[in-house]
């Protein structure tokens, strides 16, 4: 659901009283959509997390995860909740480096490259329809890349369909012996 003409003030005393499981809420010069992702959705985004997560540590790659760590900017009217995000190599000191979206039954209301390019997040990661879509923030917008400049060997094509697996010890048992072969 979005809801249009929604003033900063409100989307943060929204966030505030409404805070808890169950409900995500993007908020972006105005338009505020509310969530409530469905179980499929929730497997789908913790696979993400720890695939790529078991491959980093496989690979001795530095990668710090914040889950679904609400971010605002004020001056820039945007606020959210990535369905994981990460920094390569260092904590985080403000912002994210990559930001991870699943979209499972329906695409987002509000655009997650304008929501996220004002938010200075260098990399989108969507995950739709079985594969991943990186994308790379470059001269103040996204630009689709095949790639991420920030873990460039991960690869996201054998990455998407473990993401789907029901069984999911099964997935993550094969993934590693994938993140091993080098």
Same mark, same amino acid.
């Not at 990460?86 to 403000?94: K, L, R």
């Not at 917008?141 to 920030?150: G, K, P």
């Given at each position: ?125 969507? &995950? @739709?329809?079985? =594969?991943?879509?990186?994308? *790379?923030? !470059? ?7 095949? #790639? ?7 690869? &996201? @094509?054998?990455? =998407?369909?473990?993401?789907? *697996?029901? !069984? ?7 993934? #590693? ?6």
């Amino acid at each position: 659901m979005v809801i249009h003409g929604v003033s900063w003030k409100d989307y943060v005393i929204a966030r505030e009283a409404l805070d808890g499981p169950g409900l995500r809420m993007a908020f972006c010069e105005g338009e505020l959509e509310l969530m409530s992702p469905l179980r499929p959705h929730e497997e789908w985004k913790k696979n993400v997390a720890r695939l790529v997560e078991l491959w980093a540590l496989e690979r001795d790659v530095p990668l710090y995860g914040y889950g679904s760590t609400t971010f605002k900017n004020v001056a820039r009217e945007r606020g959210v909740e990535p369905d994981e995000c990460y920094c390569v190599g260092a904590a985080m000191s403000e912002w994210p480096q990559i930001v991870v979206e699943v979209v499972h039954t329906h695409p987002f209301a509000i655009d997650r490259r304008r929501l996220y390019s004002a938010l200075g997040a260098p990399e989108l990661w969507i &995950f @739709e329809g079985g =594969a991943f879509a990186i994308w *790379r923030h !470059d001269e103040g917008a996204y630009q689709r890349v095949e #790639r991420s400049a920030l873990l460039p060997e991960l690869d &996201f @094509e054998r990455l =998407a369909p473990f993401v789907v *697996r029901t !069984d999911q010890h099964q997935a993550l048992k094969e993934w #590693r012996e994938v993140s091993r072969a080098r």
